[in-house]
């Protein structure tokens, strides 16, 4: 459970690095050229030295952001790529951590982790273009609004931690063969518990090779865990 997510971590963050640096420095030169500010060649005052410094300040800033966001949403898509991937194996952490902490045995039968598997490869993958979307409006209102940086940066760590969070806990709800529109009813109920998991998830993620190896599996059982101890006390 540990070794397979660096394998996969380390094959599709090197393809993905190198099939989308060219298109960064394209879409930084682009975005610079577009927003330049016009600067008449026979103008002579301090406004056109400020003109021309504005310019290459934007330059700068313009090409740091946009390979920020674009090396940021590989990295959001790598993630879930992982976690589409891994799903046979997390689905089995999370029904193994439930016999362990219930007693109630879950008989092993593959047609059913086949199930749980492609249910959460597609929770992954409808959670991965979600988290893009918002993510990809967060950062247009960032080139516009530079200022607003840091609070886009708290925005976009929050919005990953909904959805990996809600990634691991459906792993759960769909044992209790509960439908998507019931389990995301659920999730908003146990908010907290959802972006704590996923922010936990996403802070070790960020760890080398620990990270990998640990979070995805851990997160899943800690899923169970949660959702067994709620369950528990009502």
Not at 155 to 180: K, T
Request: net charge neutral.
């Amino acid at each position: 459970m540990f070794g397979v997510p660096v394998l996969l971590w380390v094959a599709l963050a090197f393809g993905l690095y190198h099939a989308m640096d060219a298109l960064v420095d394209q879409v930084g030169l682009w975005a610079a050229g577009y927003l330049e500010i016009p600067v008449d060649a026979a103008e002579q005052s301090w406004w056109a030295d400020v003109k021309g410094w504005l310019n290459g300040a934007r330059e700068l800033l313009m090409a740091l952001i946009l390979k920020l966001a674009i090396g940021y949403l590989l990295f959001v898509a790598n993630k879930y790529i992982v976690l589409v991937l891994l799903s046979p194996l997390l689905a089995y952490a999370s029904e193994r951590a439930e016999e362990v902490l219930t007693g109630r045995e879950f008989p092993f039968s593959m047609g059913q982790l086949l199930k749980d598997a492609l249910r959460g490869a597609l929770i992954a993958i409808r959670n991965g273009f979600a988290e893009l979307a918002v993510s990809f409006l967060i950062w247009v209102l960032t080139l516009l609004v530079p200022l607003i940086s840091p609070i886009s940066f708290v925005l976009l760590f929050a919005v990953s931690a909904y959805f990996y969070g809600f990634s691991m806990f459906d792993y759960v709800y769909e044992r209790r063969r509960m439908r998507i529109r019931e389990t995301t009813r659920a999730m908003n109920q146990r908010l907290g518990a959802v972006l704590a998991n996923g922010a936990l998830f996403s802070l070790l993620m960020k760890l080398p090779l620990i990270g990998i190896m640990l979070a995805p599996a851990m997160a899943s059982v800690g899923a169970v865990i949660s959702t067994v101890e709620s369950e528990r006390d009502r």
